[in-house]
């Protein structure tokens, strides 16, 4: 169970992580206190392990590169909840082995209190609601249950012994 942190639509990669923080360190752990700072200041010191980010539509827009949601996952967020993303994000953090569920985000307030079924559903605790988040196709699963694409391909093709 974690805590629901709302943001609106367009949520950018570079407010995800501001780029005058990647001139610095490119370091997720490092730029994790830094998450969202510049739509809320603080929010990287404030979140907690296993807390949510809970989006409009179109989060992830702008730049492709992998360093907003390694940040995110260094955050310790347990998953991004948003009507839609960015494409590059989406790939990005299936990629990583992020959770990014697509769902129908209204109903989910700042600080609701969230957890997540092997089933597809979301559950508002605070409210007694249930939401049902789009399916992953096979594959997108299969990778995010392998922890990334990188395990899942070690795991389908194991290196064979000299």
Known sequence: MGVAHTFGDDIN??????????????????????????IRPGFGLQVKKGDFLVAGRNFGCGSAM????????????????????????????INLGLLVLEADTDSIDEGDLLEIDHSGFIH???????????????????????????????????????
């Not at 570079?14 to 001139?23: G, L, P, T």
């Open 124 to 162: 508002d605790v605070t409210k007694g609601e249930r939401i049902q988040a789009r399916p992953f196709p096979p594959l997108i699963k299969d990778i995010l249950d392998a922890g990334g694409i990188i395990p899942y391909m070690e795991r389908k093709y194991p290196r064979s012994s000299p």
């Open 13 to 38: 990669t570079d407010y995800i992580i501001a780029s005058s923080r990647k001139r610095d360190t490119v370091d997720p752990q490092k730029l994790a206190r830094y998450l969202m700072e510049d």
């Open 66 to 93: 992998e360093i907003a949601p390694l940040v995110v996952m260094a955050a310790g967020i347990r998953a991004v909840i948003a009507k839609s993303y960015a494409r590059s994000f989406y790939r990005n953090a």
